[in-house]
């Protein structure tokens, strides 16, 4: 069994994770314009040292290790529970601040935070979260969404306030 140094930890997850909200239809959000966030913390790793990511599990106490598509060598640790993110991972990073991935992981602690105080129920809350989660990961280059296309429906006031 591994015994990660948790300094080992920060220099592993700043290469090799990602801190991330993303937003899925859900027809029952009717007060966000059908949209849910999603935050989520995932470290990458070739299925060969697969034992990293069970150590991780170990590390944070949650978690949960899959593949990362059908036919991926790669596997995924990631942990999706708000309760499990704002108790164990935030908790770890905060004490252990990273280099890299900073930026991310504080607008990621302030997205869940709010989410737990139920937040992102209200439109404005919603609002301001995804525009927070578009800051995120390089402006959120990789998004299949634009940031007005979540936020559509929403009254011209609040889209055009500053974050």
Not at 48 to 57: A, K, N, R, T, Y
Not at 59 to 69: P, S
Not at 96 to 112: E, G, M, R, S, Y
């Amino acid at each position: 069994m591994l015994d990660f140094d948790p300094w080992w930890v920060v220099g592993f997850v700043d290469g090799e994770g990602c801190f991330s909200v993303s937003m899925h239809r859900n027809a029952m959000a009717k007060s966000t314009g059908g949209w849910q966030l999603h935050p989520a913390f995932h470290v990458y790793q070739h299925e060969e040292h697969g034992d990293v990511l069970e150590q991780l599990v170990i590390t944070f106490g949650c978690g949960r290790i899959r593949a990362k598509g059908p036919n991926s060598k790669v596997s995924t640790f990631a942990v999706h529970s708000l309760v499990e993110l704002s108790e164990r991972v935030i908790p770890f990073f905060e004490q252990h601040p990273l280099i890299v991935k900073q930026n991310d992981f504080t607008l990621f602690a302030v997205i869940v935070r709010a989410m737990l105080r139920k937040e992102h129920l209200k439109r404005e809350g919603f609002e301001r979260l995804v525009k927070l989660a578009y800051a995120m990961n390089r402006g959120g280059k990789q998004r299949s969404r634009t940031l007005d296309e979540i936020l559509m429906g929403s009254s011209e006031t609040a889209r055009q306030a500053p974050s």
